[in-house]
C-alpha cells in the first residue's frame, strides 16, 4: 500500500486539471470516488506503523491536508460541519478511533491551547467572573474557530449576562448539527430541571426514532449531544454516532475521545472497543490534560503505570495534615488551593469533609459558584434534609455550564 499516498495526491491533480479545465461533471464525480476510495484504503489499514506513516505524509501535503482538515476549525455555525467528508466510515471502531487520534496528534498544539482556555472558562465561571469567561470563549473562537463546547459555554454566559440568544439560535446550520442548539437554550432557562431538560430531551428522540426512519446516526448523534453527562455510550450505538462525530470541530472531537473512554473504562478488558481504545489513547501522551492522563493511567500497563506517569502533589499537604488530624490547617491549605484552582474537584471534596469534621459553620467563597457548590456538596455529604434539593442543583449547574466540574466526580 506504499504508494497509496502518491495516488491520491495524483487524484487530487486530475480533480484540480478538470475544475480548471474541460469542467467535466461525470469525470469529476468519477475522480472523487476514486480519491474516497484511495483515502478509505488508508483508513483501514491493518498496520498501525504503516497508517501512522502514511497519514502523516497526506497531512503534510498541501494538496491532501484540506480534505482531511476541512471541518477542524469552523469560523461560524454556519459553517459547523459544513463540507462533505470525503473519508468514508468504516463501521469498526478501531479504525474511527484510531483516525480521530491521528487528527488529534496532528493538532497537539490546538488541543494544549484549548485545555489551558478552558480552565481559565472553569476557574472564571466558579468564581461568578462571567464577563472574563465571555472573553476567553470570544478568543478562543477567534483564534480556532467555533465548537459544541464554545457554543454551550456561551449559551449559559449569555442566560448569566441578560444577553440575547437569538442571533446563535438563527447562525446554527439547519441540520441535526445545529438542531442541538435550541436544547442549549432550553437547560438554560431557570425555570427548567435537570430532571425536566432530560426528559423533554428523551421525548424528543423518541418522537424522533417514530418519524425518522432509517435514520440511526442522525437519531445517535443528537442523543449524544443533547445528553450531556447523562449520555450512556452503549457500545452497539456509539458506531451510529461516530459517523458524524468525524464532521464535527476537532475540539469536539478530542471530547468525544475523552467522553467515551470515561464510558468505556466500565467495561470489561475483553471489550473490543475498551481494547482499541486501550491501543491508541497512549498516543495521546504529548496532551496536557490532567483527566487524560488519568485515563491514560487506568487503560496503559502496571509496568508503564511506574515508568511513565508523575502523580501532582497539588493537594499532598492538605491530605498529610487531615491524616494527622490537623484539620483546620488541611482546611486552609485546600482553600488556598481552591485559591489558584478553583475546578479542583479534589481539593472541593477535600474541603467539604474537614468542615463537616471541624463544624464550625465557617463559610467559604460565600456569594460565588463554588461557594454555592460546596454548600450543595456539604449537604449530599451529611445526607440531610437538603440532600435532594442539592443534587438537582448540583446536576443542573454541571449541565448548563460546561465547566469540567461533574457531579460523579465530586461524589
Not at 467528508?85 to 487520534?101: K, L
Not at 464510558?263 to 486501550?278: A, H, I, S, W
Request: aromatic residues 14%; negative net charge.
Amino acid at each position: 500500500m506504499g504508494n497509496t499516498v502518491e495516488m491520491i495526491k495524483n487524484l487530487i491533480v486530475r480533480i484540480e486539471m478538470n475544475r480548471y479545465g474541460r469542467k467535466n461533471k461525470k469525470t469529476e464525480i468519477q475522480l472523487f470516488k476514486e480519491l474516497g476510495d484511495k483515502f478509505n484504503v488508508v483508513l483501514t489499514l491493518e498496520d498501525d506503523k504503516v497508517f501512522f506513516e502514511d497519514f502523516g505524509k497526506l497531512i503534510a501535503s498541501q494538496a491532501a491536508e484540506p480534505f482531511i482538515s476541512c471541518n477542524f476549525f469552523p469560523d461560524d455555525l454556519g459553517d459547523y460541519a459544513k463540507y462533505r467528508n470525503i473519508i468514508g466510515f468504516s463501521n469498526d471502531f478501531r479504525y474511527e478511533i484510531r483516525w480521530m487520534i491521528a487528527c488529534i496528534l496532528y493538532r497537539k498544539d490546538v488541543i494544549n491551547e484549548f485545555i489551558i482556555q478552558r480552565e481559565k472558562y472553569d476557574n472564571y465561571v466558579l468564581l461568578n467572573k462571567y464577563e472574563e469567561a465571555l472573553k476567553v470563549i470570544d478568543y478562543f473562537d477567534e483564534c480556532y474557530g467555533v465548537s459544541y463546547w464554545s457554543t454551550e459555554c456561551r449559551f449559559f454566559l449569555y442566560s448569566k449576562l441578560g444577553k440575547s440568544v437569538i442571533e446563535l439560535l438563527q447562525n446554527a446550520v439547519s441540520t441535526v448539527f445545529g438542531s442541538v442548539f435550541s436544547f442549549y437554550e432550553l437547560k438554560n432557562r431557570e425555570s427548567v430541571t435537570s430532571d425536566e431538560y432530560y426528559y423533554i430531551a428523551e421525548k424528543e428522540i423518541t418522537s424522533a426514532k417514530k418519524y425518522i426512519h432509517d435514520a440511526g446516526q442522525a437519531i445517535e448523534f443528537f442523543n449524544y449531544a443533547i445528553a450531556g453527562n447523562a449520555y450512556i455510550a452503549e457500545p452497539e450505538k456509539i458506531m451510529l454516532a461516530i459517523g458524524l462525530i468525524q464532521k464535527c470541530s476537532l475540539i469536539d472531537r478530542y471530547l468525544f475521545v475523552i467522553n467515551m473512554c470515561d464510558e468505556l473504562m466500565n467495561q470489561t478488558k475483553t471489550n473490543y472497543l475498551y481494547q482499541c481504545m486501550q491501543t491508541y489513547i497512549v498516543f495521546l501522551q504529548e496532551i496536557n490534560d490532567d483527566h487524560l492522563t488519568a485515563i491514560r493511567f487506568v487503560f496503559d500497563t502496571e509496568k508503564k503505570r511506574k515508568t511513565n506517569y508523575i502523580l501532582k502533589t497539588r493537594l499532598d499537604r492538605a491530605k498529610t495534615k487531615f491524616i494527622l488530624g490537623e484539620l483546620k490547617d488541611a482546611r486552609k491549605e485546600a482553600v488556598e488551593l481552591l485559591k489558584l484552582f478553583p475546578n479542583n474537584t479534589e481539593a472541593m471534596s477535600l474541603l467539604v469533609e474537614t468542615n463537616i469534621l471541624i463544624n464550625d459553620g465557617e463559610v467559604q467563597f460565600k456569594d460565588t459558584n463554588l461557594g454555592i457548590l460546596l454548600e450543595h456538596l456539604s449537604s449530599v455529604y451529611r445526607l440531610n434534609n437538603q440532600r435532594d434539593d442539592a443534587m438537582e442543583a448540583i446536576n443542573k449547574f454541571a449541565l448548563t455550564c460546561s465547566v469540567k466540574v461533574k457531579s460523579g466526580a465530586l461524589l
